[in-house]
């Protein structure tokens, strides 16, 4: 008798934020993403066809309203996404710029380009708050997380024990103690060498089965361990792109990573090989670069119909030139809001649309995907 496959399924518990893009092709007309690696995550396999479920804490505020919005506009399904919050909904600014060399780069602000006032920042979800959810929430094939508190300690196990691949992203340390748990507990590891400074001295330790090191333009490598905790690193170089925007580049590798290695949950672990790893590894890569060429750290999401996305993803795949990009996209329309009026700290923090105008155009962002 055939079982029931089980559904591909993400549940993510971290940062998730407002992006306000300030790019190159139009500095005076800001972007506006779901942003965050977790969000990224969330609405990159959304896109891919998974099913998600985002557990974050946001305000109702423009902000958050319209990260939920556009997470919804993607598919996932944002009842977790708390609403009461005290704490204003996270928001970060990318600017993007021209560097010494003339290639684009970016950095990402946090405070407000208009008060100088610090931008939201990001609160963990409660833990009574997951602690009653547990009961209620589906069985998962994977649990991501880039930041570690008591709360997603709480979900990472809980999943884990019910048969989920727990990824774990981390940017920084926050609590060592609970950082050194969280290493314990994740099967998947990965991080940025520039990242990785700051904790370098608390990695050895990790139990994780696989674990990869992102090295910016030179690709990345990743050491994958079995039973007798054999370390061999493995190298893969990055494509090579004409670049917009590097955001979101680690991101995407790893939606390629979990979309093509963990829809069966942990059973994937059991028979993983180094070759399937780097299969995924590639995927992602390509992910990335193909994303690479448009502002913000989903902007081809947003900038191609999704069969050109593919189409363009395939192409990378076959090694086939840059060039193939040359053609002018076509933006998603996602909705807009006025960076001043999502900033708390702005001398006018209201929005200056009404509430009906507000409400129409979350609506069709909803309704356009």
Not at 127 to 144: G, I
Not at 273 to 282: G, K, P
Request: charged share 25%.
């Amino acid at each position: 008798m055939k079982t029931k496959k089980q559904a591909r399924r993400l549940v993510s518990s971290g940062f998730i934020a407002l992006d306000i893009v300030l790019g190159l092709e139009d500095p005076q007309t800001p972007r506006f993403y779901t942003g965050g690696t977790t969000g990224n995550v969330t609405a990159a396999l959304s896109y891919l066809g998974w099913t998600t479920t985002p557990i974050s804490r946001l305000a109702e505020d423009e902000a958050g309203e319209f990260v939920k919005a556009d997470l919804k506009r993607w598919g996932s399904d944002t009842k977790y996404l708390t609403g009461n919050s005290p704490c204003p909904t996270p928001i970060v600014v990318e600017k993007i710029f021209l560097g010494k060399d003339g290639a684009p780069k970016h950095r990402f602000l946090w405070t407000c380009p208009d008060c100088g006032a610090y931008l939201p920042s990001y609160r963990p979800v409660l833990t009574e708050t997951v602690e009653s959810l547990r009961a209620s929430m589906e069985k998962a094939c994977v649990f991501f997380t880039d930041r570690v508190s008591r709360s997603t300690l709480v979900l990472a196990e809980h999943f884990k024990k019910n048969d989920a691949v727990v990824v774990f992203e981390p940017s920084g340390v926050g609590d060592p103690a609970q950082f050194v748990e969280m290493l314990q507990l994740c099967d998947v590891l990965k991080y940025s060498d520039q990242r990785a400074k700051g904790f370098s001295d608390l990695l050895s330790d990790n139990k994780a089965f696989l674990e990869i090191q992102t090295l910016g333009a030179e690709g990345l490598r990743f050491q994958l361990r079995g039973q007798r905790r054999m370390k061999s690193w493995a190298a893969l170089s990055s494509y090579d792109v004409d670049v917009k925007d590097t955001a979101g580049a680690g991101d995407w590798t790893t939606v390629g990573l979990i979309h093509r290695l963990f829809s069966e949950g942990r059973q994937s672990l059991k028979s993983l090989t180094r070759a399937q790893v780097a299969e995924a590894l590639q995927y992602g890569q390509a992910l990335a670069a193909l994303n690479c060429q448009f502002e913000g750290a989903r902007g081809a999401m947003y900038q191609l119909p999704q069969s050109l996305f593919f189409e363009k993803l395939k192409g990378l795949m076959l090694k086939k030139s840059a060039s193939y990009l040359s053609d002018k996209s076509e933006e998603v329309r996602v909705g807009r809001l006025i960076p001043t009026k999502v900033c708390p700290s702005c001398t006018e923090s209201r929005a200056d649309w009404s509430v009906e105008s507000r409400e129409e155009s979350i609506n069709k962002l909803v309704s356009s995907r």
